[in-house]
């Protein structure tokens, strides 16, 4: 039963037809852009950062479109499954994982250091999208589909801010409400949390690491320590100031070459293409990543499935979210809280996590009018 329900009746021709080439095309470009990017970081060599993220692609491109000829239905099948093997994951990471910088978040695959918190971003979204797929409409906001929605946000939430993440868990559950809020839960209830949030935030400060204080008081005065934790923040204003209208091209960003920018290949990588490629190459960047967004919410308009609509609206929000966080925290909009640009950023965990993602939104569009009972 659960195999021929799985089963595609499309052909592979009119799998390849379903694909959403513009979003593919939007991917390969990423991929494209983000390679040259990383030969930059090593100074114009192929070098580890280089050949890693250009391998690293090679396999999860592939993989995204491998993904994408699944069933929605087997993605709605295997999203509980899913959450809880990540879960899972998130406990061992917390206990036996890979320590690092003061944090203890990854599991060493050996091919990869695994960060389970990456995935998650994509496994809450999945998961809740299940639920309130299978949920009647007049249950959304009773007391008893409230508990369960706050049960699958929390618990990753408050394991990652464990690792300690909190920048991870701060996105985890902005991909999780996302879908809640989607779903109909009433919208006073985001008030009261938020009223609730604001209220406890002097609190809860004196729970932060001393680090993430740290960050907030660098955010509020970065020139409070400029040889210190301002450093970074200020180096990468500088970076991008200097790129000016139209940059200073290919491989002479100064910023970059003579190493003030520290960490230049992870999370401030948009730093380095801005001052290469200026505001217009900055802007052509953000483009790419707009066209992105409305492919995938364009996907969930299109779908008959329930399932996929809150999956697709739900990760093209997440997509919206991680690129906001992460150009505002380059530009000091927004304390530093550890947020990769997707595809842009050097690592592995954030690379897969974001093709898993692609790959079921491809499979939602591969699958549009495929109706989930």
Not at 62 to 69: D, Q, V
Request: some cysteine.
């Amino acid at each position: 039963m659960l195999q021929s329900s799985l089963n595609s009746q499309l052909s592979f021709f009119q799998k390849l037809r379903n694909l959403d080439y513009i979003l593919i095309m939007c991917i390969l470009l990423l991929g494209f852009i983000s390679s040259l990017s990383m030969y930059s970081t090593d100074g114009g060599e192929f070098l580890f950062h280089t050949k890693s993220h250009i391998l690293k692609f090679l396999i999860f491109f592939p993989m995204m479109i491998l993904l994408s000829f699944f069933n929605i239905k087997f993605w709605h099948f295997f999203s509980y499954i899913f959450y809880l093997i990540i879960l899972i994951s998130l406990v061992w990471a917390s206990m036996y994982g890979v320590k690092a910088s003061g944090s203890q978040r990854w599991i060493n695959l050996y091919f990869i250091n695994l960060q389970p918190s990456e995935l998650m971003k994509v496994a809450i979204i999945a998961c809740l999208a299940k639920y309130y797929h299978r949920i009647q409409l007049n249950k959304i906001n009773s007391l008893q589909g409230i508990l369960i929605s706050c049960v699958i946000l929390i618990l990753p939430v408050m394991i990652v801010i464990s690792q300690p993440d909190l920048g991870t868990a701060i996105l985890i559950a902005l991909s999780g409400l996302v879908v809640v809020w989607l779903a109909g839960l009433n919208i006073k209830y985001f008030i009261y949390s938020f009223i609730t949030l604001l209220i406890s935030l002097p609190f809860a400060i004196a729970f932060l690491k001393p680090y993430q204080k740290t960050r907030v008081l660098t955010f509020l005065d970065p020139d409070r320590d400029p040889l210190g934790a301002g450093y970074q923040i200020i180096q990468s204003k500088i970076a991008i100031g200097s790129g000016g209208l139209t940059g200073k091209g290919f491989l002479k960003g100064t910023q970059s070459y003579l190493e003030f920018l520290p960490e230049k290949h992870t999370d401030f990588i948009y730093t380095l293409f801005a001052e290469e490629h200026g505001l217009i190459g900055a802007l052509f960047l953000l483009l790419i990543y707009v066209i992105i967004i409305y492919r995938v919410i364009r996907v969930g308009y299109i779908s008959k499935s329930y399932f996929a609509k809150l999956f697709c609206y739900g990760y093209g929000s997440a997509i919206f979210f991680y690129v906001v966080v992460n150009m505002a925290m380059v530009l000091g909009l927004l304390p530093i809280v550890g947020s990769p640009l997707p595809i842009m950023s050097y690592g592995g965990s954030s690379m897969l996590a974001t093709m898993i993602g692609f790959g079921i939104v491809m499979s939602a569009k591969i699958h549009h009018k495929q109706l989930i009972a």
